[in-house]
């Protein structure tokens, strides 16, 4: 009889564990593989439209590559459980492999359970998500550690993660079973087409997340320490939507990293400092774990009675990149068009939004998660909440980012706002954080009528961060 792999947010064929296991057993027996990808959007959070575009196209990829091995991606849209329980009936299949995913709720996993356990069909899964598994890192009273950097010294004691399993070579003949076709799915847009930015940018699938992970460890790795907070440089990996997919997990990333410093000792400090930045995507999955409500509700109670100030206008304004702060525009433009925005420019546009404009971060955070591509269900409301200062290990109350000193220290010639904000690109470098302070004839020797062919900045800066500053002081007096 067939077995059945559940892929999920794991599109990839190497180092997949319960793909691995199947696979080994249909060589042993000779009982074929049905590949299924479920669509199931009451599970978990569904994903935002942009993360919607990077699905398709992904799943595109994995099935061309299922189709090289003889095989065949089948396709089904409903609740998991119940498809899945249905797959392995039309099909006879025995046993359905998967992966465990950090999830909000896993209980999805455990409906699966029951549904095949009444059918008689065995389950089995696999840790293939994480470094090392929630329950590895617990303090005295058996829970989740809330700051990071214990958190990463305890994943550093465990030692190297297990080694990346290799690929299964051959896939087929695959069994005939319904499917889908992905158009039907409607995961990309129709019209308006929005999505010409994101094909610009990026080729979604595991070849190309292996690729750049190879041309990062070749060319940026060793500058990694000191332009990673630039963002006029390439100076990232941009690998965050291939991992938020799973086209790529942590193991590999991890060992191929050591294993190029191992090559190349100059790049030893880009690679440790680059793996605890894996270490806080696996952090913010810690946290979801023992959270699972990290989008709704504030992680310190505090907060709960915080008064933010709902402007429907500004956040507006802040969506469409015309708040009149450049970096916060080149930022929130950066999004629109290529589904990322460099991370120094997250933390400032968040904190512009929940400290500046006293918006709810939630607010925030629901724009990130339709408009990233790589929006994670940890990572996006554990930065968030980091910035907002209720989360775990937040960043302290009073921290209000400047952004125009956070421009001018992390942009300092304004290519990356040249780039995003083109109305500002004849403003000269000293000027162009803060065109406000330009002269008349500075303006217009540079082509902007402030207010018109740029805004004015919707809120002053000392001013923004005064009121913030008591509004925080409130909630901490309780
Ligand atoms: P690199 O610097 O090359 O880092 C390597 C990998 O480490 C990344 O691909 C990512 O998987 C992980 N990583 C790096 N920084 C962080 C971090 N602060 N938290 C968690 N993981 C991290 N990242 C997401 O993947 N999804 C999100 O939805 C997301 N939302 C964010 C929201 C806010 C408000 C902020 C401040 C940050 C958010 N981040 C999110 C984290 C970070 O901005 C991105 O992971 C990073 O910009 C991706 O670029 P890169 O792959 O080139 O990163």
């Given at each position: 009889p067939p077995s059945i792999v559940w892929f999920r947010?794991?599109?990839?064929?190497?180092?997949?564990p319960a793909l691995r296991a199947a696979a080994k057993n249909a060589a042993k027996t000779g009982a074929p593989v049905i590949c299924l990808y479920v669509l199931d959007d009451a599970a978990g959070r569904a994903p935002g439209a942009a993360a919607r575009w990077w699905l398709a196209q992904s799943l595109r990829a994995l099935g061309a590559d299922i189709a090289t091995r003889g095989g065949s991606l089948i396709l089904r849209k409903g609740p998991a459980a119940r498809v899945i329980a249905e797959v392995a009936r039309e099909s006879g299949a025995r046993t359905v492999y998967w992966n465990g995913i950090a999830q909000p709720h896993q209980a999805v996993e455990r409906q699966l359970e029951a549904a095949l356990a009444k059918l008689g069909v065995d389950s089995q899964s696999f840790p293939?998500?994480?470094?090392?598994?929630?329950?590895?890192i617990r303090n005295k009273e058996g829970r989740g550690l809330r700051v990071f950097t214990p958190f990463w010294r305890r994943v550093l004691a465990l030692g190297d993660p297990p080694k990346p399993l290799p690929a299964p070579k051959e896939l087929g003949p695959a069994p005939t079973v319904a499917s889908d076709t992905l158009e039907t799915w409607k995961l990309e847009p129709g019209k308006p087409d929005w999505a010409d930015g994101l094909r610009e940018t990026w080729t979604p699938g595991e070849a190309s997340a292996r690729a750049r992970l190879r041309d990062f460890l070749k060319h940026t790795a060793q500058g990694y320490v000191g332009d990673r907070d630039r963002p006029d440089r390439e100076g990232t990996s941009r690998l965050s939507p291939h991992l938020r997919f799973g086209e790529l997990s942590p193991r590999q990333v991890w060992h191929a990293a050591r294993f190029a410093a191992e090559e190349n000792p100059a790049i030893g400090p880009g690679v440790d400092k680059f793996l605890s930045e894996l270490g806080w995507r696996e952090f913010c999955r810690h946290l979801l774990h023992d959270h699972p409500n990290l989008a709704t509700e504030n992680l310190q109670a505090n907060f709960d009675g915080f008064s933010w100030k709902p402007d429907a206008k500004a956040l507006s304004a802040w969506q469409r990149g015309r708040t009149g702060y450049p970096i916060v525009d080149a930022g929130l433009r950066e999004l629109w068009h290529t589904g990322v925005m460099h991370n120094r420019v997250r933390m400032v546009v968040a904190s512009f939004l929940v400290k500046?404009?006293?918006?709810?971060?939630r607010d925030g955070e629901t724009w990130f998660w339709d408009t990233l591509v790589d929006a994670d269900a940890g990572s996006n409301p554990a930065n968030w909440q980091w910035v907002a200062g209720c989360?775990?290990?937040?960043?302290?109350?009073?921290?209000?980012?400047?952004p125009v000193l956070q421009g001018e220290r992390f942009d300092p010639n304004g290519a990356y706002v040249r780039r995003w904000?083109?109305?500002?690109?004849?403003?000269?470098p000293e000027l162009?954080?803060?065109?406000?302070?330009?002269t008349p004839i500075e303006l217009a020797s540079a082509g902007i009528t402030l207010g018109k062919s740029y805004p004015h900045p919707i809120v002053d800066h000392a001013k923004g961060r005064e009121r913030a500053l008591a509004a925080y002081a409130k909630i901490r007096k309780g």
């Open positions: 947010d794991d599109l990839r064929l190497s180092d997949h293939g998500d994480l470094l090392a598994p929630p329950a590895a500046h404009l006293l918006i709810d971060w989360g775990a290990d937040a960043a302290p109350y009073f921290r209000v980012f400047n904000v083109p109305e500002l690109k004849d403003v000269p162009i954080h803060q065109p406000w302070q330009a």
